[in-house]
């Protein structure tokens, strides 16, 4: 982290293997400082958490806190908020936050392990009863915020922004800011909500497009190229040209703002950008026209991120194949800490048990779910002895 003469700060941020630079005040790095905290006591504790009630004491109240609001304050914070609806009495919801006397956000909390998406028409109903212009479904980890841009006093179907705690990215905590007490402005937040929201949205189409291109993205590009006809066959062929044409395209954006951020000549591959694959390795995947993806990716920065506390850094890599994804220390197939499996349609998570490396699978939703195995993670990074 460096301090230049007016007073920016410039976070690069290597839990991803990727570097990306953030241009902040003093004034954000203290909000960044607390959701930071906050998230790693989320990574260390949130397997102790039960209940929602000590979701939200553990989780939900110290966010609020970090946003410049007194938690025990009545004025400023009221639990159990009424929200009736009609003829229905006892609604409440979890918390309001009031400011200089007026409502300004609700926020309906439920446990940390559970799925956000069953419980927004129970905030939709919230939210049409109460004054506010914001509110937040959590469940202690991910935080997503509502507003209503699409109709007055109707709480849009999607959220204009998400914060997950265990994947903390700076450039949301500066948007975050706009919410602390010390700063919050209804215009300034609405200004920018409907940029953040279809901004999200266009990320979501294109990690999808990464992935899965449709097949009107392929016939786009391949008309461009190729002057024959766009018969099943070539359509399939190209298929897998553009989705290696997009992760090489990553590969490649990633590589440069890496050596914009450290400089090239002060670069010593302390911080690999992708993964350390040997020659043959990689002869073998141009071989079998193997496609490392996106997802692929973000499960190995996921777990870099988790077992980079128990092992030096520049040990982890990964090796793909057509069948799964390894995670490996030192470029050995024989140090493997997990496998994924990701292309199917069931994602699991392997670990190794035993002398005789006994496979034993979990079936995950999504790479997210690489963080409940953190503990097995490092434990089983940890017994892998340097070479």
Not at 21 to 47: T, Y
Not at 216 to 223: G, P, Q
Not at 259 to 281: F, H, N, R
Not at 357 to 363: D, I, Q
């Amino acid at each position: 982290m460096r301090i230049n003469k007016y007073a920016q700060i410039y976070l690069v941020d290597k839990r991803y293997g990727d570097y990306t630079i953030f241009n902040c005040n003093i004034a954000d790095m203290e909000l960044i400082d607390s959701i930071k905290a906050l998230s790693e006591k989320v990574s260390r504790m949130k397997e102790l958490i039960t209940t929602e009630e000590a979701t939200k004491t553990a989780f939900v109240l110290p966010f609020i806190h970090a946003l410049g609001y007194d938690v025990f304050n009545p004025l400023e914070v009221v639990p159990e908020y009424v929200a009736d609806l009609g003829i229905k009495k006892g609604e409440k919801v979890d918390y309001c936050i009031f400011k200089d006397g007026k409502p300004v956000l609700i926020v309906e909390c439920k446990t940390w392990a559970e799925k956000l998406n069953p419980h927004n028409s129970q905030l939709f109903r919230y939210f049409h009863v109460t004054a506010t212009r914001f509110a937040i479904l959590t469940n202690g980890i991910i935080y997503r915020f509502y507003t209503d841009m699409d109709e007055p006093n109707k709480m849009d179907e999607r959220a204009f922004m998400e914060i997950n705690l265990l994947d903390v990215r700076e450039s949301l905590i500066i948007e975050l800011k706009k919410f602390h007490k010390s700063y919050y402005d209804l215009d300034s937040i609405l200004l920018t909500a409907s940029d953040l929201k279809y901004s999200r949205e266009i990320k979501n189409i294109l990690t999808k497009q990464l992935t899965d291109p449709d097949e009107a993205i392929v016939k786009l590009i391949t008309t461009s190229l190729y002057n024959g006809k766009f018969t099943p066959k070539i359509a399939e062929q190209f298929n897998n040209l553009v989705k290696q044409g997009f992760n090489q395209f990553i590969s490649d954006a990633v590589s440069d703002r890496l050596k914009t951020a450290l400089g090239v000549e002060s670069y010593d591959g302390s911080a690999p950008i992708l993964a350390a694959v040997t020659p043959a390795e990689k002869k073998t995947e141009e071989a079998n026209k193997i496609i490392t993806t996106t997802e692929e990716l973000e499960s190995f920065y996921i777990v870099k991120s988790i077992i980079r506390t128990v092992v030096s850094p520049d040990r982890i890599g990964y090796k793909d194949t057509q069948q799964y994804f390894s995670i490996q220390l030192d470029n050995n197939v024989r140090r493997q800490v997990c496998r994924l499996v990701l292309l199917s349609g069931k994602k699991s998570i392997i670990f190794f048990e035993g002398d005789d490396k006994k496979e034993v699978r979990f079936y995950i939703d999504s790479v997210d779910d690489i963080y409940s195995y953190a503990e097995r993670l490092k434990a089983d990074a940890a017994r892998i002895p340097s070479k």
